[in-house]
């Protein structure tokens, strides 16, 4: 890439250093990586170091350093997808490609890499090839994919497997993506003409009697925290600002979640009305819609949608017909970075920084996207909220339980017949769900991802609802076959390790730690101190700034309360020092250099 | 008056500058005598176990395996073991080697480096089978065998070693002024 | 505006500014909570975490929280008390802090901290992690082995025209301090030592000026505990 082309590239963003990250996208995008010659031109027609452009740059996972492959294989690692047979998928990519993962191929062609999970969990294992989605990977498929790579085959043509349903067979996107829709509730259903409420409905209701209607609902944010929508809209209403941002928080990243992916999919209208409708509840001009870097396979289609959106009037100006109501959305791509979802963290990633949480005070609502009043709500949340204004405050209260209004789309994945996504009113039990889903000889439940909380079967009469078992919806089923702590338990602390923004010091090296203690004790060195020291280490990340890094430890608590068995039979009893010093091998690498014969 | 305490010290990856500052308690040295008797110990001389003791003091870090053997014998002969100065408690400068592959330590220490590149001209390595192994790594004696009590510093002043062996000596409780806790 | 709130630390009622920092207020009434990411004046990083109390019954860093009417505010607990602890020996543990051989010790603020809370030994397993130093810069030595990732040196060093000097690179474990190739060149001699100055620990060294001048008894740390200028204050107040 020349420079002449870089200076074009920063140029279409007006040379704003707040768009770095779509000026680093479209240089990936168009070269396959960010070439090391980039960033100084970068940092000179920005006006910033290039220091300060290379922090950006290195902070997140999709963003290459060097020449990644003309196909570029991100082949997810997460969990379900090591359930459903990643190995070996994995093993036949390097085979076939002739290079490890984490390598590029002599010829150029082929880059293997890692890559946390990427919301198909309904139909892993999947991979992410130059950004084009390819799911339910069997060796086979791989074999015939790389085949056609050597062919200098196209991305279209890689796919051989045809198109998923719905639209994502539609021309503009062009997946290999099911929906796995198994269950539709009120806000998925089919019974809505997107436009109605901004048509219709706004002209009887201001935009305090919008926050009014949301209030009664008693609407809770669907992305995880569950903070109420209304108040939410409210304070941002209030808070004083030359101008206010609408958010919609489409970066789902915690593993075993991909109900956003469908409703993207199918609903992308509801979505980008419900973020019209907050707009005009709290007088925002302008909309971002935040998106994960993985969905990256939607851009055209959903840049299409907001297009005929515009042409009719549902965006722009004067919406809808009501004067002085301009609101018009963008769409701003991540890169790689589960923290982002984290609101704080999404705006500075959005802002063309590092995605590192902000502290709190203040909140976004009063000093959010560019120090302006920001609300930011997750895409289920909006949706949902075009629903509750379509058909009444009332009609949604009569749904879900005393405090948990409502339904919530689940994204079951893991040991189970019917993987997918389930909209569910609040209230049933996971026993409910489990049925519901098909799933047998279970052992355990993830339920609100590694984030959450691991629970075992005596455990499964608990309710899903903000009192009891909250969740942002990811529900990952484990049976009898799998293990726990080396399976499950390690690879969501090393999920964890990977994402870690670094800012705070517990954070940072706190799951470092105890994936060495976990280790540690899975390798038969374990005492019972190890127990009490994963527990009282874990809990000195309750001092981190975000919710990433307070819950980080998750995994490890959650499975020494709910599984502490399978802990202490693997530590030596009677024992009680053992650091794992092994003089054996302490010694071969020097006897090895200096050619003895190791005596021990 | 209670019996005697026994004390046994010894020097493993370090400088001897832990018993140095040891020594450094200077005329307190007479009351520790009467306080305690000394079995293994370079300050004695005495090269093996010949009591059970009540404390060891260890200096240096764990770097072959002499060192691992040494360490043991101790944890098995004493009933309190401390790790005084900063080499047995994190090992010191000589784990500064220990973010370097130790087969470039050794092709530095004997065939390459400025004071052997001439001298060595057979490439001789050290690789008699008298002679200790070394480890991957310089290891802090903790991480070989349980340590009970740690007294930081390059050397530990000489007042927080006579402070803190005294309260073990006597069963007292250890109280330290903030001047005798250093890294240094 | 009002002209100050009251607040409680630890059952002593204050009068601080509205709109300062808690470990502002604290400092000016006597009161020391543990810093090391921060700086007074400078905007807060809120990294380190040892600035940690007990809010309203909530954990929150004193250096990021403005002080509010009414906010009852403990420092003084067995968990707090952990928690500054456990933050020094995590910084401890994850680079590689030789103290003898550090041009720094005596006046470094991590060892300090770890004086002060009486850090024989970490709980947690030294990691030695390989790490470099970069002698590229012809003003100033960073060693990434002694950096605790504050950010000083990122919030405070820019040029006149505002170009960050420093800036992050990586994430997670693999955080580091860089410093920027073109602008770290043409720095200063004023910067480069303002930099070297900021650093709490050993990290950022000025090459203008040697090590170890200080005898040992006669640094900063060496006879007083980090913390004392501060408690001072309050031991002058009430006498």
Known sequence: MDIKRVENIVANYNRDKTRLMDMLIDIQTEAGYIPAGAIPVIAKQTDTSQAYVEQTVSFYHFFRREPSGKYTVFLNSSVVANMMGRDKVARTFEEEAGCKFGEVTEDGLIGLFDTACIGMSDQEPAALINGKVFTRLTPFRVREII??????????????????GGKNASELI???????????????????????????????????????????????????????????????????????????????????TFKDRVLLTEYPELMFEGMTLAAYAVGASEGILYIRYE??????????????????????????????????????????????????????????????????????VEKGYLGYPTVINNVETLCTA??????????????????????????????????????????????????????????AVQVGGPSGSLIGPDEF???????????????????????????????????????????????????????????????????????????????????????????????????????????????????????????????????????????? | ???????????????????????????????????????????????????????GLIEGGVCNSENVEILKEFRKHCKILVSFGECAIMGGLPALRNTIPIEECIREAYLEGPSVSDSNEEGILPNDEELPMLLNKVYPCHEIVKIDYFLPGCPPRADLIWESLYALITEQEIKLPYEVIKYD | MKEFVTITIDDQEIKARPGEYIVDAARRNGIYIPTLCNMSGVKPAGSCRICTVNVNGRLMTSCTTPVAEGMEIETISQEIADFRKTV??????????????????????????????????????????????????????????????????????????????FAFRYRGHQLQITIDPEYGMNMTDELAQKAAK?????????????????????????????????EKLKKVKIS
């Not at chain 1, 396979?297 to 005929?308: A, G, I, M, P, Q």
């Not at chain 2, 370090?14 to 110990?41: A, P, T, Y």
């Not at chain 3, 002694?146 to 060093?157: A, E, Q, S």
């Open chain 1, 147 to 164: 085949r056609n790579m050597k062919k200098g085959n196209s991305l279209d043509e890689l796919s051989t497997s045809g198109y998923g």
């Open chain 1, 174 to 256: 062009r997946a290999e993506v099911r929906n796995n829709v198994q269950r539709q509730g009120p806000v998925m259903e089919n019974d809505y003409t997107p436009g109605t409420v901004l048509r219709e409905k706004l002209k009887h209701f201001s935009p305090d009697e919008v926050i009014w209607e949301i209030k009664l609902s008693e609407i809770r944010g669907r992305g995880g925290a569950g903070f109420p929508t209304g108040l939410k809209w409210e304070f941002c209403r209030r808070a004083r600002g030359e101008k206010k941002y609408i958010f919609c928080n489409a970066d789902e990243g915690e593993p075993g």
């Open chain 1, 295 to 364: 969905y990256k396979y939607l851009e055209n289609y959903l840049k299409h949608v907001l297009e005929k959106m515009r042409q009719q009037n549902l965006l722009g100006k004067n919406i809808a017909g009501k004067e002085g109501f301009d609101f018009d959305i963008r769409i701003q791509y991540g890169a790689g970075a589960y923290v982002c979802g984290e609101e704080s963290a999404l705006l500075e990633s959005a802002e063309g920084k590092r995605g590192e949480p902000r502290f709190k005070p203040p909140f976004p």
């Open chain 1, 386 to 443: 075009v629903k509750i204004m379509q058909f009444g405050s009332e009609w949604y209260r009569s749904l879900g339980t005393q405090e948990s209004r409502g339904t919530k789309i689940l994204s079951i994945s893991g040991d189970c017949r019917y993987p997918g996504i389930y909209e569910m009113e609040w209230g049933y039990s996971v026993n409910d769900i489990l049925d519901m889903a098909g799933a047998y000889d279970v052992q």
């Open chain 1, 461 to 600: 009469d608990r309710i899903i609802c903000y009192s009891d078992l909250a969740t942002g919806g990811s529900f990952i089923i484990f049976n009898n076959t799998r293990d726990i702590l080396k399976d499950v338990v390690m690879n969501f602390m090393e999920f964890f390790i990977e994402e870690s923004c670094g800012s705070c010091v517990p954070c940072r090296n706190i799951p470092w730690l105890l994936k060495q203690k976990l280790e540690k004790i899975l390798q038969g060195h374990g005492v019972w101190k190890d127990i009490e020291d994963m527990e009282e280490w874990a809990g000195m990340m309750r001092i981190n700034r975000c919710g990433l890094g307070q819950t980080a430890a998750n995994p490890v608590v959650s499975s020494l309360k709910n599984f502490r068995a399978l802990y202490e039979e693997k530590i030596q009893k009677g024992k009680r020092f053992d650091e794992g010093f092994n003089l054996e091998k302490a010694v071969i690498e020097s006897c090895e250099a200096v050619g003895r014969t190791p005596l021990i």
């Open chain 2, 1 to 55: 008056m209670n019996k005697r305490k026994i004390l046994a010290t010894t020097s493993l990856a370090g400088c001897f500058g832990c018993h140095m500052s040891f020594l450094d308690i200077d005329e307190r040295i007479l009351d520790l005598i009467e306080l305690v008797e000394f079995n293994k110990s370079p300050i004695d001389d005495i090269k093996k176990f010949t009591k059970e003791c009540d404390i």
């Open chain 3, 88 to 165: 020094v020996e995590l910084l401890l543990i994850e680079g590689n802090h030789f103290c003898p051989s550090c041009e720094k010790s005596g006046n470094c603020e991590l060892q300090a901290l770890g004086y002060r809370f009486e850090v024989m030994v970490p709980r947690f397993p030294y990691q030695f992690p390989k790490r470099d130093i970069d002698a590229s810069n012809p003003k100033l030595i960073k060693d990434h082995n002694r950096c605790v990732l504050c950010k000083r040196c990122i919030r405070t060093i820019l040029d006149e025209e505002g170009h960050h000097i």
């Open chain 3, 198 to 230: 900021n650093c709490p620990v050993g990290a950022l060294l000025y090459r203008g000026k040697h090590g170890f001048e200080i005898p040992i008894g006669k640094r900063k740390y060496d006879k007083e505990p980090i913390g004392s200028d501060i």
